[in-house]
């Protein structure tokens, strides 16, 4: 049942592999839980929410954050959906189990300066590895695109000539992004001393003997460039995806035009950047108003 169930979320509900491998990982520690891996045999439709929280406190006794007993908890309501819908289970067991609440945190970002000292690093133009981890961080910074999107960027949705990015997002969503003439450059540079490419739907970057990035790879050249310059309390692509929405907002960015970007579904989403950008704006004037930090009285 849960194979089956992993098909439909991939080819009825278009979700993204990730996504569908979230859902496998989760739904396999379930019931190697359940079935005491392996040693009986897991019965879904005769689930209870008594047998569900069992398995909900053994991941709190395990040490798993609130965050991550959330997301299994959500893979779980929709295993046990899917089997209403399509198997006439009678209710939904996960339903009664009541998510563990995530503190809000504004997203972190890179300031501006940092930004532009780490992208100003001189690198060896002529040297295949130094332009294309430099693409990639730039490329990042400059269209807010995911570590998987990089990743799955094809060659073919690279159009220099109009200055456009094509996009597979979250639910196989496409979307186009525009980019710079910097951007522009440096994508050329390193399409010049990529070897041997066939181009078309190949993918964009790869590594020096032709194969494909993967995800760990794109976090390593990201930490690595801003490991020095940047001074946030985390070194990721997502850092720099946040800090591209950020700068964008404080630069005058329409909220809906970031959001599309972004490729976010909701604007919800998107307004967290604005208590970012408002909160540089607060400290500024704490900073330069002489009456703000005068006490009353």
């Known amino acids: 049942m849960i194979e089956a169930f992993l098909k439909y979320l991939s080819h009825e509900l278009a979700k993204s592999p990730a996504t569908v491998a979230a859902y496998r990982s989760d739904l396999k520690q379930w019931s190697d839980f359940a079935t005491a891996n392996g040693k009986y045999e897991l019965a879904p439709m005769s689930t209870g929410v008594d047998d569900l929280r069992l398995w909900v406190a053994s ?35 996960a339903a009664e189990l009541e998510p563990a609440r995530i503190p809000k945190h504004l997203p972190v970002i890179v300031k501006p300066a940092e930004t532009a000292a780490m992208l100003n690093e001189d690198i060896d133009r002529g040297d295949f590895t130094e332009v294309r981890n430099r693409l990639i961080v730039l490329m990042i910074y400059c269209t807010g695109m995911r570590c998987s999107e990089v990743v799955g960027l094809k060659d073919v ?23 710079g003439e910097e951007l522009t450059d440096m994508i ?28 760990k790879l794109v976090y390593d050249v990201v930490h690595n460039a801003m490991s020095g310059t940047v001074h946030a309390t985390r070194l990721s ?31 919800a989403t998107t307004q967290i950047y604005t208590h970012v950008s408002y909160r540089d704006i607060s400290n ?5 108003h002489p009456r703000a930090l005068k006490k009353g009285g």
Not at 240 to 247: G, I, K, M, N, V
Not at 284 to 288: D, E, G, I, R, T
Request: glycine share 8%; proline share 6%.
């Open 237 to 267: 692509p997502h850092v720099l995806r946040h800090s591209f929405a950020t700068d964008m907002l404080n630069n005058g960015a329409n909220l809906t035009a970031v959001q599309q970007l972004l490729g976010h579904q909701s604007l």
């Open 157 to 179: 949705n690279v159009d220099t000539n109009k200055g456009e990015l094509k996009v597979l997002g979250k639910r196989n969503k496409e979307r186009i992004i525009p980019f």
């Open 59 to 93: 991941l709190a006794k395990n040490g798993c954050s609130q965050r991550t007993i959330r997301r299994k908890v959500q893979s779980l309501r929709a295993f046990f959906h899917y089997l209403m819908k399509v198997h006439g289970m009678a209710e939904n067991p």
């Open 188 to 215: 050329t540079i390193y399409r010049s001393l990529r070897k041997n490419h066939p181009g078309g739907n190949a993918p964009f970057f790869v590594r020096p003997d032709g194969e494909p990035l993967y995800r």
């Open 284 to 288: 500024n004037y704490k900073l330069a």
